[in-house]
């Protein structure tokens, strides 16, 4: 901010300065408006209404000061205009207020510095965020390729006061000269800045916490689709092209404009400045105040809804009138266009990567639009806009005559299978014509679950669930890889995709269960399309048991023959088996895009791979363990000849799951480190594994050890995915933790791996103390919880022959490994096998444990659930 | 009110800065520094022959703070700055007890 000259003046000390009588009582009255602006806000929430009254409050503001602070000479060729939000007379609590001092020359501009200056000061000691410009009439006029922000910005101009015959040059001639000489330029450029803004947001409508000004779908999309009308229109010859477009948009972006201008003024007031997210607890006081909703309070999660409802509808609309002029104006993506209008056909011809009915009567049969699309989902190209509104005309007509049976699913077959199925789905549904076709899906349309880990709608989640599937033969990751061959083999690929279709349409009923709920409207969408008999048990199977194989993964040991076996007799048959494991691989990753780790997708491959075993051997698992177990054994006697009896000594006593469960090296290296144990009683393996990081502790029996390894790995910021403890009979201990490094602090500091395992030495041997580092590493963690979560303690004591489960669900916190080992440990248990897993605010650990190598009494188990229960509501965080 | 002295990478000033601006921090004072944390500098070769470079260019960027602010600044600091590497620098908060704008007198929050 530039200063303007003030009268030197000393202040007594002690005694604030006295400001000028004039500027108290102006900044008085502009909070006092304010005030009374914030209040009609809260009592009527209109955001139109209230940015309209701003506004005028902020023209009277800078109309005084311009009378204050220029003279009359200072005032000729000279004029103030309002610029950006300000010009568009919508004008946010806290948003910055552009001003545009036109002059007529450079002279004039150099006049007015001083009072420029002191008018600017004026409204920064008000509290506006003033951003002020000096242009002469002739800058305005030129495009500046660096500066897009002004030229657009003056789209938006308005005159406040000053020399109106010069605002009128600008308005009426200078400005439609400049935008009709570079609108090629100008649309390029806005439609980058646009793409570059998408991009900071993944360019997607889908966040957690979403950014109502510029996220993708957000206001400044809006203002995007209103630029570029006012670009064509003013552009000579291109009046017509988006014109109709526009027109059609017109309620629905009319609608959110309202819906996104009252919630954004509410977070303006609610942060006390100009941020725009959409916070967790944002959301809940946006709809406990029912802001926007238009029907009074509302649940948070059906306020999202709304909300991704009205961004779905800006983004569709403003995505559209981009593609349309970028694509009318680069020559290499027409040429592009071109060779792709070559799939055109007799019924549907493709321009410039969208499709258009050749016969305009074909958008009112309901085989003809089905057909249009399989054309879609078979090509990937998108709807234009004719097509678009063709079929809106004819959506009456569609609704009543759209099949919902057998001949619905002969085409939706199709559809499914064809490699651009999630396209041609978004857009049958964007035209609701998908809700028509299978009504199950109704109770899902933009349904938002909030829970911090569910990232996409229902349906959204959907669709991607269904382009995940279609995705994987071109999948770059290695461990996704064995998947493709998969869907390749499968007997009915298209039954998968229907399961996909409706696996989650039961979210969007009552009722905690949704599985349930989805099987029933399952069953009734594959009776009505008349399905084979066999084919529907398949659909209601897959619909059934979706999430199956996950809790698998998540709950047990996929070691333990007893897992192997209770989920191949629950699935049946290796088909299924199949199917199963890709539906729950593309439901994994369309949660999140970090939903699917390689350590899980590599966990699901290996759970197949051992289940399909079973079946292919139709033999006990534990038999096909032995065998393995065998092998193992004699692959480590190969690669150490000389020392059989003493690895023999070294196996005795290990549990049965311990040679399954590593390769011979591991094996061999282990026993390896047992034997240096005498030199060096605390021995340590350290190496990358599949994106995580595995550390093997191998020492002599100690109590505790469990707690404190994972006690270390925390205070180094490591999180822990999974753990196993074996001890053989001459009570040498063998632990491996597996640990996703957060920071990547050993992946890039190589001294680093060095340092963490003296670390670890010293705290085993305990010549450092652990209390300290795990305090500061509480501290750094320490952070409110948004959604609380309920702590449930489950036991099973029939999935394994020798350990008691315990399957503890609960809010994710700092360091809840370390909490509840060192209670297991209090208690005097072991821990044979640990599997944690976390999404979004819950935590899922599951503990294979025992007390003296035996199952647990029931005595015991209260004692440690008691104990537990006390331990995890003492460590609980705080709310916000 | 709190006072951050942050020392980052000079690469990362950028980020840092668009990172705190994203919060809303309004003014920061930034001076090239020069320094070694745990790492002690670095061994680079002139014409074939060894010598160390024991303190590395800095950025210390300071500011104040107020209060509800801090956490979330220090989480845009840590963002932006963070490659992982040894020598991404550190940030050290301390209590302001006043701050007083001297054109006008306005004193605590108000003269941030």
């Given at each position: 901010m530039s200063t303007g000259p003030h009268p030197p003046e000393l202040p007594p000390s002690k005694v604030p300065i006295a400001t000028p009588v004039p500027d108290l009582t102006l900044r008085n009255n502009y909070r006092q408006e304010s005030q009374r602006i914030q209040h009609d806000f809260g009592a009527i929430g209109s955001g139109l209404a209230s940015l309209s009254s701003r506004t005028r409050l902020v023209d009277t503001l800078a109309l005084t000061l311009w009378e204050q602070h220029f003279t009359e000479v200072a005032r000729g060729g000279c004029s103030l205009v309002a610029l950006g939000g300000f010009g568009r007379s919508e004008l946010f609590p806290y948003s910055d207020i552009d001003l545009l001092f036109l002059t007529e020359d450079n002279a004039c501009g150099d006049r007015i510095k001083s009072a420029i200056s002191s008018m600017c000061q004026t409204m920064w000691d008000c509290g506006l965020r003033v951003s002020p410009c000096v242009r002469t009439l002739a800058d305005c006029g030129r495009f500046d390729q660096n500066n897009l922000e002004f030229t657009l910005s003056l789209l938006d101009c308005r005159f406040l006061c000053g020399d109106q015959p010069l605002f009128e040059r600008l308005h009426a001639r200078h400005l439609p000269q400049l935008i009709a000489r570079e609108s090629d330029a100008l649309l390029q450029s806005l439609s980058e800045m646009t793409q570059s803004r998408h991009q900071r947001f993944g360019n997607t409508i889908f966040h957690l916490e979403p950014n109502l000004k510029d996220g993708p779908g957000g206001l400044r999309d809006c203002h995007v689709a209103q630029w570029i009308g006012m670009i064509v229109a003013l552009s000579s010859g291109r009046h017509d092209l988006v014109s109709v477009r526009q027109n059609s948009a017109h309620g629905e972006m009319l609608d959110a404009m309202e819906f996104l201008c009252s919630s954004r003024c509410y977070l303006h007031y609610r942060h006390g400045r100009d941020d725009n997210s959409v916070t967790w607890a944002a959301q809940e006081e946006l709809a406990a105040r029912g802001?926007?909703?238009?029907?009074?309070a509302v649940s948070p999660a059906e306020w999202m809804r709304i909300y991704f409802r009205h961004a779905k509808a800006v983004h569709r609309n403003s995505s559209q009138l981009l593609g349309q002029v970028s694509r009318e104006r680069s020559s290499l993506y027409r040429s592009f266009q071109h060779w792709r209008s070559r799939v055109s056909n007799s019924e549907f011809s493709v321009v410039d990567g969208r499709v258009y009915f050749q016969q305009a009567a074909d958008a009112r049969e309901a085989a003809a639009v089905l057909r249009l699309f399989t054309f879609m989902a078979h090509h990937g190209v998108a709807l234009s806009p004719e097509a678009e509104r063709r079929l809106n005309d004819a959506h009456l007509r569609l609704a009543e005559t759209l099949p919902q049976d057998q001949y619905l699913w002969q085409q939706l077959r199709e559809i499914l299978t064809l490699p651009h199925a999630a396209n041609a789905l978004r857009a049958m549904h964007s035209l609701n014509l998908l809700t028509r076709a299978v009504p199950e899906f109704e109770t899902i349309d933009v349904l938002v679950l909030r829970d911090l880990y569910h990232r996409y709608t229902v349906d959204e989640h959907t669709f991607m669930a269904i382009e995940v599937l279609h995705g994987l033969k071109d999948e770059k990751y290695p461990s996704l890889q064995p998947f493709a061959q998969l869907v390749s083999e499968l007997e009915h690929p298209e039954l998968l995709f229907l399961a996909l279709l409706l696996h989650d349409t039961g979210k969007g009923l009552e009722g905690a269960d949704h599985v349930h709920g989805s099987l029933q409207l399952a069953a009734s969408a594959v009776e009505r399309m008349q399905l084979s008999e066999e084919d529907a048990a398949t659909v209601c199977f897959l619909v059934a048991n979706h999430l199956e194989i996950s809790s698998t993964l998540r709950r047990r040991d996929i070691y333990d023959p007893t897992t192997i076996r209770e989920l191949a007799d629950k699935i049946g048959a290796p088909e299924r088996l199949k199917l199963l494991t890709l539906l729950t691989l593309a439901d994994i990753k369309a949660v999140n895009p970090e939903a699917l780790t390689p350590w899980k997708a590599e966990n699901l491959w290996r759970l197949y791979t051992r289940t399909a075993g079973y079946f292919d051997r139709s033999a006990d698992v534990e038999g096909s363990d032995a065998k393995v177990s065998r092998e193992v054994v004699e692959k480590v006697m190969e690669l150490l000849p000389t020392q059989r009896s003493e690895v023999l000594k070294f196996l005795e006593g290990l549990p049965q799951r311990y040679l399954p469960s590593h390769s011979p090296e591991q094996v061999a290296q282990h026993f390896a480190m047992a034997g240096s144990l005498a030199a060096e009683p605390v021995q340590l393996g350290l190496r990358p594994n599949s994106g995580q990081h595995e550390l093997t502790v191998v020492t002599g029996d100690h109590p505790g050890l469990f707690r404190t390894l994972a006690g270390i790995l925390y205070a180094w910021g490591m999180d822990i995915t999974k753990a196993t403890a074996f001890s053989n009979r001459s009570g040498v201990v063998v632990d491996t933790f597996y640990f996703k490094d957060r920071f990547r602090t050993l992946e890039l500091n190589p001294p680093e791996c060095e340092r963490f395992q003296r670390f670890v030495r010293e705290i085993l041997m305990r010549e450092a103390s652990l209390d300290r580092l795990l305090e500061s590493r509480l501290k750094a963690d320490h952070k409110p919880v948004k959604l609380s979560v309920q702590t449930h303690l489950r036991y099973d004591d029939e999935c394994s022959s020798r350990s008691t489960l315990l399957e503890i669900v609960t809010q994710d916190r700092p360091g809840l490994l370390h909490t509840i080992s060192a209670t297991l440990t209090t208690e005097e248990c072991s821990i044979e096998v640990a599997l944690i897993d976390t999404e979004g605010p819950v935590a899922h650990d599951v503990f294979y444990i025992t007390c003296d190598g035996h199952k647990l009494t029931a005595e015991r188990m209260r004692a440690i659930e008691w104990a537990l229960t006390a331990e995890l509501a003492d460590t609980l965080p705080s709310t916000w | 009110m709190t006072k951050l002295e942050t020392v980052i990478q000079p690469a990362k000033f950028d980020a840092v800065k668009d990172a705190l601006i994203e919060i809303g921090v309004e003014g920061m004072t930034v001076t090239e520094v020069r320094g070694h944390g745990r790492q002690k500098g670095h061994t680079e070769f002139y014409r074939g022959r060894e010598y160390t470079v024991d303190l590395l260019p800095k950025v210390k960027i300071e500011m104040v703070l107020p209060d509800h602010i801090v956490d979330r600044a220090v989480q845009a600091i840590t963002t932006a700055a963070r490659t992982g590497k040894i020598g991404d620098g550190k940030i050290f908060l301390a209590r302001v007890d006043e701050a007083i704008r001297i054109r006008n007198d306005d004193r605590g929050e108000n003269a941030l």
């Amino acid at each position: 901010m530039s200063t303007g000259p003030h009268p030197p003046e000393l202040p007594p000390s002690k005694v604030p300065i006295a400001t000028p009588v004039p500027d108290l009582t102006l900044r008085n009255n502009y909070r006092q408006e304010s005030q009374r602006i914030q209040h009609d806000f809260g009592a009527i929430g209109s955001g139109l209404a209230s940015l309209s009254s701003r506004t005028r409050l902020v023209d009277t503001l800078a109309l005084t000061l311009w009378e204050q602070h220029f003279t009359e000479v200072a005032r000729g060729g000279c004029s103030l205009v309002a610029l950006g939000g300000f010009g568009r007379s919508e004008l946010f609590p806290y948003s910055d207020i552009d001003l545009l001092f036109l002059t007529e020359d450079n002279a004039c501009g150099d006049r007015i510095k001083s009072a420029i200056s002191s008018m600017c000061q004026t409204m920064w000691d008000c509290g506006l965020r003033v951003s002020p410009c000096v242009r002469t009439l002739a800058d305005c006029g030129r495009f500046d390729q660096n500066n897009l922000e002004f030229t657009l910005s003056l789209l938006d101009c308005r005159f406040l006061c000053g020399d109106q015959p010069l605002f009128e040059r600008l308005h009426a001639r200078h400005l439609p000269q400049l935008i009709a000489r570079e609108s090629d330029a100008l649309l390029q450029s806005l439609s980058e800045m646009t793409q570059s803004r998408h991009q900071r947001f993944g360019n997607t409508i889908f966040h957690l916490e979403p950014n109502l000004k510029d996220g993708p779908g957000g206001l400044r999309d809006c203002h995007v689709a209103q630029w570029i009308g006012m670009i064509v229109a003013l552009s000579s010859g291109r009046h017509d092209l988006v014109s109709v477009r526009q027109n059609s948009a017109h309620g629905e972006m009319l609608d959110a404009m309202e819906f996104l201008c009252s919630s954004r003024c509410y977070l303006h007031y609610r942060h006390g400045r100009d941020d725009n997210s959409v916070t967790w607890a944002a959301q809940e006081e946006l709809a406990a105040r029912g802001i926007a909703t238009g029907a009074g309070a509302v649940s948070p999660a059906e306020w999202m809804r709304i909300y991704f409802r009205h961004a779905k509808a800006v983004h569709r609309n403003s995505s559209q009138l981009l593609g349309q002029v970028s694509r009318e104006r680069s020559s290499l993506y027409r040429s592009f266009q071109h060779w792709r209008s070559r799939v055109s056909n007799s019924e549907f011809s493709v321009v410039d990567g969208r499709v258009y009915f050749q016969q305009a009567a074909d958008a009112r049969e309901a085989a003809a639009v089905l057909r249009l699309f399989t054309f879609m989902a078979h090509h990937g190209v998108a709807l234009s806009p004719e097509a678009e509104r063709r079929l809106n005309d004819a959506h009456l007509r569609l609704a009543e005559t759209l099949p919902q049976d057998q001949y619905l699913w002969q085409q939706l077959r199709e559809i499914l299978t064809l490699p651009h199925a999630a396209n041609a789905l978004r857009a049958m549904h964007s035209l609701n014509l998908l809700t028509r076709a299978v009504p199950e899906f109704e109770t899902i349309d933009v349904l938002v679950l909030r829970d911090l880990y569910h990232r996409y709608t229902v349906d959204e989640h959907t669709f991607m669930a269904i382009e995940v599937l279609h995705g994987l033969k071109d999948e770059k990751y290695p461990s996704l890889q064995p998947f493709a061959q998969l869907v390749s083999e499968l007997e009915h690929p298209e039954l998968l995709f229907l399961a996909l279709l409706l696996h989650d349409t039961g979210k969007g009923l009552e009722g905690a269960d949704h599985v349930h709920g989805s099987l029933q409207l399952a069953a009734s969408a594959v009776e009505r399309m008349q399905l084979s008999e066999e084919d529907a048990a398949t659909v209601c199977f897959l619909v059934a048991n979706h999430l199956e194989i996950s809790s698998t993964l998540r709950r047990r040991d996929i070691y333990d023959p007893t897992t192997i076996r209770e989920l191949a007799d629950k699935i049946g048959a290796p088909e299924r088996l199949k199917l199963l494991t890709l539906l729950t691989l593309a439901d994994i990753k369309a949660v999140n895009p970090e939903a699917l780790t390689p350590w899980k997708a590599e966990n699901l491959w290996r759970l197949y791979t051992r289940t399909a075993g079973y079946f292919d051997r139709s033999a006990d698992v534990e038999g096909s363990d032995a065998k393995v177990s065998r092998e193992v054994v004699e692959k480590v006697m190969e690669l150490l000849p000389t020392q059989r009896s003493e690895v023999l000594k070294f196996l005795e006593g290990l549990p049965q799951r311990y040679l399954p469960s590593h390769s011979p090296e591991q094996v061999a290296q282990h026993f390896a480190m047992a034997g240096s144990l005498a030199a060096e009683p605390v021995q340590l393996g350290l190496r990358p594994n599949s994106g995580q990081h595995e550390l093997t502790v191998v020492t002599g029996d100690h109590p505790g050890l469990f707690r404190t390894l994972a006690g270390i790995l925390y205070a180094w910021g490591m999180d822990i995915t999974k753990a196993t403890a074996f001890s053989n009979r001459s009570g040498v201990v063998v632990d491996t933790f597996y640990f996703k490094d957060r920071f990547r602090t050993l992946e890039l500091n190589p001294p680093e791996c060095e340092r963490f395992q003296r670390f670890v030495r010293e705290i085993l041997m305990r010549e450092a103390s652990l209390d300290r580092l795990l305090e500061s590493r509480l501290k750094a963690d320490h952070k409110p919880v948004k959604l609380s979560v309920q702590t449930h303690l489950r036991y099973d004591d029939e999935c394994s022959s020798r350990s008691t489960l315990l399957e503890i669900v609960t809010q994710d916190r700092p360091g809840l490994l370390h909490t509840i080992s060192a209670t297991l440990t209090t208690e005097e248990c072991s821990i044979e096998v640990a599997l944690i897993d976390t999404e979004g605010p819950v935590a899922h650990d599951v503990f294979y444990i025992t007390c003296d190598g035996h199952k647990l009494t029931a005595e015991r188990m209260r004692a440690i659930e008691w104990a537990l229960t006390a331990e995890l509501a003492d460590t609980l965080p705080s709310t916000w | 009110m709190t006072k951050l002295e942050t020392v980052i990478q000079p690469a990362k000033f950028d980020a840092v800065k668009d990172a705190l601006i994203e919060i809303g921090v309004e003014g920061m004072t930034v001076t090239e520094v020069r320094g070694h944390g745990r790492q002690k500098g670095h061994t680079e070769f002139y014409r074939g022959r060894e010598y160390t470079v024991d303190l590395l260019p800095k950025v210390k960027i300071e500011m104040v703070l107020p209060d509800h602010i801090v956490d979330r600044a220090v989480q845009a600091i840590t963002t932006a700055a963070r490659t992982g590497k040894i020598g991404d620098g550190k940030i050290f908060l301390a209590r302001v007890d006043e701050a007083i704008r001297i054109r006008n007198d306005d004193r605590g929050e108000n003269a941030l």
